[in-house]
């Protein structure tokens, strides 16, 4: 059956009403997406209804499009993290945009911060062994 734009249109304003009207215990009966991707692309289609693609376009523009807006609270976070600590100096170009790059009088504390954080990593790794 081929559904009219319209009828679409209409299915899917009545969407966020109809997952409203679940009880949380039939919420909860509902079974568990299995994994994150399934998750994510589900999360997609429920902010856009009327979506369609390949599988091409969904790794380009669905999963990519949220994996960028996930990222960039992170990144602006750990980009003032580092122009704090004085790692990385941030300049305003003609375009009223930060640009960010290595300062050049830290390089040694930079290259210093990351073997301290690769030991760190490495110990965390590393599993005690339990007694036989």
């Not at 919420?27 to 979506?51: D, G, K, N, T």
Request: a negative charge; glycine letters at 2%; proline letters at 5%.
């Amino acid at each position: 059956m081929v559904l009219a734009s319209k009828e679409i249109l209409q299915l899917a304003r009545h969407v966020p009403s109809a997952l409203q009207m679940k009880t949380p215990m039939e919420s909860c009966v509902r079974p568990l997406v299995a994994s994150h991707l399934a998750h994510e692309i589900l999360a997609y289609l429920a902010e856009h209804p009327l979506a369609q693609d390949t599988l091409e376009g969904i790794l380009e523009w669905w999963l990519l499009d949220r994996q960028i807006v996930h990222q960039t609270s992170a990144v602006k976070s750990a980009l003032e993290e580092l122009v704090a600590n004085g790692l990385v100096l941030e300049t305003h170009a003609n375009d009223s945009r930060a640009h960010y790059r290595v300062n050049p009088n830290k390089f040694g504390d930079l290259l210093q911060t990351l073997e301290e954080a690769s030991t760190l990593l490495r110990i965390a790794n590393q599993r005690p062994l339990l007694p036989e």
